[in-house]
């Protein structure tokens, strides 16, 4: 089973609010998410939030999904991580790290990634567009004891980068697996684009 971890306890400073909960299209930027982790067919979400933001999720359908909360969230992504990493079964054998600020990459993108982790040997799977390398990322049990040593400031990147050769790098084409949507203005141009043309998931 692939598990989902959707990080989400980040202060978003930059944007001002909360980027859960920040309307896109249907809902907010954590519903589409946890729809999307549906429709791609992963086992179990678990949900990292902040100290202050799970008691205002009462209007997102969180279904099956679960919550872990970081008291701690400045230690950033790496410290949801390893909190979620502790709330997994030992039957979990990947899980698929997604930042709640790109609700914009496709469901079928992610079908890809746990397509290409499955049928592969590595225990890393890396979306790419464009030449560079995005989310979310794929890391198999094998690496979760790195995971969960790896230094604060270092983060799940410094797994990803200890040995190229067990990261597989597959090529979508989505440009929202590089976006991140961090600030207001970012916002309003994801916002824009939905307008202007039709949205699509698959």
Same mark, same amino acid.
């Not at 978003?12 to 299209?25: D, F, H, V, Y």
């Not at 701690?72 to 039957?91: C, K, V």
């Not at 560079?132 to 604060?152: I, K, Q, S, T, Y």
């Not at 600030?183 to 916002?191: A, F, G, I, K, M």
């Given at each position: 089973?692939?598990?989902?971890?959707?990080?989400?306890?980040?202060?978003?400073?930059?944007?001002?609010?909360?980027?859960?909960?920040?309307?896109?299209?249907?809902?907010?930027?954590?519903?589409?998410?946890?729809?999307?982790?549906?429709?791609?067919?992963?086992?179990?979400?678990?949900?990292?939030?902040?100290?202050?933001?799970?008691?205002?999720?009462?209007?997102?359908?969180?279904?099956?999904?679960?919550?872990? =909360?970081?008291?701690? /969230? &400045?230690?950033?992504?790496?410290?949801?991580?390893?909190?979620?990493?502790?709330?997994?079964?030992?039957?979990?054998?990947?899980?698929?790290?997604? *930042?709640?600020? =790109?609700? *914009?990459?496709?469901?079928?993108?992610?079908?890809?990634?746990?397509?290409?982790?499955?049928?592969?040997?590595?225990?890393?799977?890396?979306?790419?567009?464009?030449? =560079?390398?995005? *989310? /979310?990322?794929?890391?198999?049990?094998? !690496?979760?004891? #790195?995971? &969960?040593?790896?230094?604060? *400031? #270092?983060?799940?990147?410094?797994?990803? =980068?200890?040995?190229?050769?067990? !990261?597989?790098?597959?090529?979508?084409?989505?440009?929202? !697996?590089?976006?991140?949507?961090?600030?207001?203005?970012?916002?309003?141009?994801? !916002?824009?684009?939905?307008?202007?043309?039709?949205?699509?998931?698959?």
């Amino acid at each position: 089973m692939i598990t989902a971890i959707v990080l989400a306890a980040g202060a978003s400073e930059r944007m001002g609010r909360p980027k859960a909960l920040l309307p896109l299209g249907e809902g907010p930027f954590l519903a589409v998410i946890l729809e999307k982790c549906r429709s791609a067919g992963l086992g179990e979400v678990v949900v990292a939030v902040g100290p202050d933001l799970d008691n205002r999720l009462s209007n997102i359908d969180l279904g099956e999904s679960r919550l872990v =909360r970081n008291p701690r /969230p &400045e230690t950033g992504p790496i410290g949801s991580i390893r909190l979620a990493l502790a709330d997994l079964n030992q039957t979990v054998e990947a899980v698929l790290v997604w *930042h709640v600020d =790109r609700p *914009h990459v496709r469901a079928d993108t992610v079908r890809l990634l746990l397509e290409r982790f499955r049928e592969g040997s590595q225990p890393i799977v890396v979306p790419g567009y464009g030449g =560079r390398r995005g *989310h /979310p990322v794929v890391f198999g049990r094998a !690496v979760f004891a #790195e995971l &969960e040593r790896v230094p604060d *400031h #270092e983060g799940a990147r410094g797994v990803v =980068r200890a040995d190229p050769s067990r !990261v597989a790098l597959v090529d979508v084409d989505d440009p929202a !697996v590089v976006e991140d949507i961090d600030t207001p203005e970012d916002y309003e141009r994801l !916002v824009g684009r939905g307008r202007t043309k039709r949205p699509t998931d698959d």
